[in-house]
């Protein structure tokens, strides 16, 4: 190592003298990143930012100056330097007020001077450099400035959706990296240079920046659409267990249920990977490696989701582990875990032997984390439990059978009941999670639903047992859930009136209560037409979650084809606050309540002024009462197709048989009138 000059230290030790009141420029900035002196007691946040901006200014001039090949020009590869060696500064501070003020201006700076647009049609540039049959095959000046800009990606873009979208939305770039991981596969195993290491950097930066924005459902397809799996698939075999276990963390977010079977017969990877969480659960830092027990353990969950895969991790030695992470790990850990180990037992030879080993005490660990307080985790453990136990999707013995007498007598609703001039919908939590008089709530539920015909129903809150009871009694409705485990939401369209064409389930994989969005692609009396529901993050201390997750459900309303109708509705758990700190809803997005007059007597789905369910609120002084449930809607760009007329909540009369009303939320049932001429199908 370079002994540093006497000048470097005078310089080093004024800094420090000044306690971070000094505002350094770039090269002392540089110079103190090289020492061990913390940065938080010489550089203030403010001089970080400033340091920021100031790069990303250079980054963009240089780049308007000489669009191509700007990485030659030493102010950008400076500036470049800079500005990743600030932002992996912001990790040695302090969490504060400041310390985020900073951060959200450092986003803004990066939208503001275009700099992700910047650094990935550069890095778009470098990657199309070079010698194709060897591995790197780049000059030495250009490995460095590749790896310092896709250090930059990996580092800004870690659990941000916003920007994780925009990398996957510049094609060129996605292209230009899944094409290089073809260009390699020969050179890498065959013909290394002597910049091996290097290489292998730049190789490992790719695969975690596609880990990292396929983390996310709505980029998927389009990593998918440039090849990825089979451009991914050869460095399973890799010599490198780091870039071994990220093909295959990247493999298990974008491979389906048959995909995944790319790694079935992988024994070697999948056993690093059992290694690796092994590991991890040693370790006293919050990550191994670059991985925390959390991915890990994702990991394992997804890649269980082929059979082959099952008797691999449980020969490997993954149950145990799994069970130690739901026995001591957070919230999120126990979540995944016990997910696992649902996927794991659904092979028949696995679940005989997790029931039998008694050591791994599963059914005991399982009970007790089936009494937490979280309710997802709460409920996933009780579906684990029941797939142990044999008895998922058991109804009790008084729903068990339906008379045929029943059967024969239940009316079925005809095409020409079905108004041709509108379109009725229902959105309703159903209160799947309380157990009180579960059968005679559902059953009123169904006894609403068939009475009133809707041609949607948008359910949340639904459990196994509701779902087999709505599907065994609503006999005119096709019925598409979002999951089978714990609680999730469902959609039931009418047959012979909504013609499905797809349907996908997207999960908000910040949520640690396990809450998703379901869409379903249709026609309705043949509009074409998009539905969505979801049931976002509870509680007040989760606040932020459910508002990022209403920008990403507001995203795919925006954002859905222009000839579709949208309706999006559903238990949002909001409050207008919150739509207001989101910046309200987005333009053309409309709320149905307020677009039918504002009726003061239909305000409120979650009242405990009036609904009794709950019982804590019976006590209270202080009855709350909140418009959690809500409808919108976008109309496609030609014209409005429909419009809603009415607005109505249903489910306020008490069951005389249990004295509960059937939820604690009133239904929400929205009528539209048709304004074109349609062909019923």
């Not at 000489?66 to 030659?72: A, T």
């Not at 049932?669 to 048709?674: G, P, Q, Y």
Request: aromatic fraction near 8%; charge should be negative.
């Amino acid at each position: 190592m370079e002994k540093p000059s006497k000048h470097d230290i005078e310089l080093v030790l004024e800094i420090i003298k000044h306690k971070g009141k000094m505002v350094l420029d770039s090269e002392r900035f540089m110079l103190i990143k090289t020492t061990l002196i913390p940065l938080p007691k010489v550089v203030s946040l403010s001089n970080l930012l400033e340091l920021a901006k100031g790069s990303m200014i250079r980054i963009q001039t240089t780049y308007d100056e000489s669009k191509n090949e700007c990485y030659v020009n030493p102010d950008f590869r400076k500036s470049s330097e800079l500005l990743l060696g600030v932002l992996s500064s912001f990790s040695h501070y302090d969490p504060s007020p400041q310390k985020s003020r900073m951060i959200k201006m450092f986003e803004q700076y990066e939208e503001e001077y275009k700099t992700i647009e910047i650094v990935c049609e550069v890095s778009t540039q470098l990657l199309k450099t070079g010698v194709y049959s060897e591995f790197p095959g780049m000059q030495g000046e250009n490995i460095k400035s590749v790896n310092v800009l896709l250090s930059y990606l990996v580092n800004t873009s870690q659990d941000d959706f916003d920007l994780c979208y925009k990398i996957s939305q510049l094609t060129e770039f996605i292209k230009a990296a899944t094409f290089k991981l073809e260009q390699w596969v020969e050179p890498y195993f065959t013909k290394r240079s002597e910049q091996i290491i290097e290489g292998a950097h730049i190789l490992e930066l790719l695969c975690r920046l596609l880990y990292i924005v396929t983390m996310f459902e709505e980029n998927i397809q389009r990593i998918r659409d440039v090849n990825c799996i089979e451009s991914m698939k050869p460095y399973l075999n890799s010599d490198d267990n780091g870039i071994r276990l990220l093909c295959l963390a990247v493999l298990s977010n974008i491979a389906n249920e048959s995909e995944i079977q790319t790694v079935d017969s992988n024994d070697g990877i999948i056993k690093y990977l059992v290694w690796a969480v092994s590991m991890a659960l040693k370790t006293e830092c919050e990550l191994w490696d670059i991985w925390s027990l959390t991915e890990l353990a994702k990991i394992v969950k997804q890649v269980a989701r082929n059979d082959s895969n099952k008797r691999l991790l449980v020969q490997h030695g993954a149950v145990p582990l799994l069970v130690g992470i739901a026995e001591q790990g957070d919230t999120d850990e126990q979540y995944e875990a016990v997910c696992g180990l649902s996927n794991l037992s659904l092979d028949k030879q696995n679940k005989s032997q997790m029931i039998e080993t008694k050591d791994w005490k599963i059914i005991e660990i399982l009970e007790r984390i089936a009494k937490s307080p979280e309710e997802a985790l709460k409920n996933i453990s009780k579906e684990a439990l029941c797939t142990l136990q044999n008895n998922q999707t058991q109804l009790p013995e008084s729903s068990q059978e339906i008379s045929m007498e029943e059967s024969s007598c239940k009316q079925s609703i005809s095409d020409e009941e079905s108004s041709p001039q509108g379109i009725t919908l229902l959105s309703w939590n159903i209160e799947g999670l309380s157990g009180d008089s579960i059968e005679e709530r559902t059953s009123a539920v169904i006894s609403i639903i068939n009475k009133g015909k809707p041609d949607v129903v948008f359910l949340q809150e639904v459990i196994v047992v509701t779902l087999e009871m709505l599907s065994r009694k609503c006999l005119d409705y096709t019925f598409i859930e979002s999951g089978v485990e714990g609680y999730f939401t469902a959609i039931m369209v009418k047959q012979n009136v909504v013609q499905v064409t797809d349907s996908k389930i997207i999960p908000f994989t910040s949520s640690k209560q396990g809450r998703t969005l379901q869409r379903v692609e249709c026609t309705i009396k043949g509009l074409p037409c998009l539905l969505m529901t979801s049931h976002l993050e509870s509680m007040k201390t989760n606040s932020d979650e459910r508002k990022h997750q209403m920008k990403r459900a507001l995203h795919h309303v925006v954002n859905a084809s222009r000839d579709r109708t949208v309706i999006f509705g559903g238990d949002f758990n909001i409050k207008d606050r919150e739509i207001r700190e989101i910046k309200g809803l987005p333009n053309g997005v409309l709320d149905i309540w307020i677009e039918t007059g504002r009726n003061k007597e239909t305000q409120f789905t979650w009242d405990t002024s009036i609904n009794t369910n709950l019982k804590w609120a019976e006590n209270q002084d202080f009855k709350p009462k909140i418009r959690f449930d809500r409808i919108y809607m976008r109309h496609p760009k030609t014209e409005p197709v429909i419009s809603p007329v009415s607005f109505q909540l249903i489910g306020k009369e008490k069951i005389p048989t249990c004295g509960l009303f059937p939820s604690d939320h009133w239904g929400i049932l929205v009528h539209f009138d048709i304004h074109i001429n349609t062909t019923t199908p």
